[in-house]
């Protein structure tokens, strides 16, 4: 009878422990205060929390880390602190910089390995970027660009991601011009020809775009957008000699009006580089079909969908796909360009092109994290006092496939990568700062066995 009573009490206050520990882990909210934000107004952060004034907490760890998460992928701050009192919630923020007129001095080739073949300082881009973050305190940006050398350009940008008082609808405007004196005129063996013509400037675009997005969950985004592009290029372009299919029939002055939706759904814990959680685009985009414009129709159908998978301790994993259609079937040079171009590529193509009307792209990445760990900076630099590094290595596997119809009927130079599929793998080193700085090392091989080095200076997916 006693061994029951005693059973009985230590089961009793099991039970009443966690009970007790449950009752102590749901609070409700009954004050937030915000602490180093000099700049940003409240509300931008108030905005990115999972909970407010009023509500009953159930499970303080998620809120509080998704709801740093949130903030910290607004790229204002770079730490945020959150905690709570009983009833009290406390923010701590530490505020980035936010005017960088930083000097500009890029690469007119696709990406930095393609330049490093020749190192030709003639093929530069320098200047100047002007750019004006969080503005007024909300999270506004403006960015001025001013570029010389191989790339003369100026643009203009400036966005809003509230206009309303709920805070769902936002807006962007985007102005640019730019010439250059070199022209990506063809692909031959799977990489991209350029003219030169002394010092004559070959080439000028201009750009106008406006772009409305609406944020009603936290996740969702969705934008939609119009703008004009037109193109204008001098004779000697579309020669037969370079290339008469450059621009459509032959053009050498084209206007393009289009309109377009985008649906992003955006569960990373962090953009920069993620780690965990999931990503969906979908892009639909329609040019001339509402303008009356004698150039060329088409639509455009791209998805993109990213998955991040932690492993358990310091492992984790990556998939990614993209898929992309196009309605031309013979589309003129400048609408023909597939993988090898942004970051749709496949890891060790990075000298190559694969041109084509549509495409497949599959990645995915195992990664290894190694180190992790803050370090003081430079102590009288205000905010900067700390940066967090962190470094993985990684292995990974591309596969991708660009249907080329042009190339089928011999209408387009003759190239060996399209219209079949390629696989590139590879080993990698990457260093993150601040959650979304990333530096990569990558020594990597096609299905053709060529292997190689490539650095670059954004996460592959």
């Known amino acids: 009878m006693f061994f029951k009573s005693v059973l009985f009490f230590v089961f009793l206050g099991f039970v009443l422990t966690i009970n007790s520990q449950n009752l102590d882990s749901a609070f409700k909210v009954e004050r937030i205060s915000i602490e180093g934000n000099n700049k940003t107004k409240a509300s931008i952060i108030l905005r990115e929390l999972t909970f407010g004034v009023g509500d009953t907490i159930q499970n303080w760890n998620f809120h509080s880390e998704q709801s740093r998460k949130q903030l910290i992928n607004l790229f204002l701050f770079n730490e945020i602190q959150i905690s709570h009192l009983k009833g009290e919630v406390k923010i701590i923020v530490t505020e980035r910089w936010y005017f960088w007129p930083i000097p500009v001095l890029e690469y007119a080739d696709r990406n930095f390995n393609q330049w490093w073949l020749t190192k030709d300082p003639k093929r530069l881009i320098y200047g100047v970027d002007l750019s004006w973050y969080n503005l007024r305190g909300r999270n506004e940006t403006m960015v001025l660009d001013l570029v010389l050398g191989y790339t003369k350009a100026v643009g203009l940008s400036y966005r809003m991601p509230f206009i309303n008082k709920k805070k769902t609808w936002g807006v962007q405007l985007k102005a ?17 020809l350029f003219f030169k013509d002394n010092d004559v400037e070959l080439i000028t675009r201009k750009l106008g775009e406006v772009i409305v997005t609406h944020r009603k969950k936290f996740f969702s985004y969705h934008n939609f957008y119009t703008g004009f592009r037109q193109i204008e290029v001098k004779d000697t372009i579309i020669t037969k000699s370079v290339n008469e299919r450059y621009l459509m029939n032959g053009q050498t002055n084209q206007k393009e009006a289009y309109v377009g939706y985008q649906y992003l759904y955006d569960r990373r814990d962090f953009k920069g580089f993620p780690l965990s959680g999931h990503l969906l685009k979908v892009n639909l985009e329609a040019s001339n079909f509402f303008f009356k414009f004698k150039d060329f129709q088409t639509l455009m159908l791209k998805a993109a969908y990213s998955r991040y998978l932690p492993l358990g301790g310091r492992f984790f994993g990556s998939i990614h796909g993209t898929a992309r259609w196009y309605s031309n079937y ?39 994290r190694f180190h992790n760990k803050k370090y003081s900076f430079m102590k009288k630099m205000k905010n900067y006092e700390e940066v967090p590094v962190a470094m993985y290595f990684s292995t990974y ?21 399209p219209n079949t599929w390629q696989y590139g793998g590879g080993i990698v080193y990457n260093l993150v700062l601040y959650y979304d700085y990333c530096f990569r090392l990558e020594y990597s091989m096609d299905i053709y066995l060529n292997k190689r080095f490539y650095i670059s200076f954004v996460a592959s997916m």
């Open 176 to 192: 640019q011009l730019n010439t250059n004196r070199e022209v990506w005129y063809a692909t031959k063996d799977d990489k991209v």
């Open 330 to 368: 013979t589309p003129q040079y400048t609408h023909a360009q597939a993988l090898g171009y942004g970051k749709d590529y496949i890891r060790g193509y990075e000298l190559n092109v694969i041109d084509g009307n549509h495409f497949l792209l599959g990645k995915s990445e195992l990664k290894y």
């Open 397 to 417: 596997f591309d596969a991708g496939f660009v249907l080329n119809e042009s190339q089928k009927d011999g209408l387009l130079m003759a190239n060996s990568l």
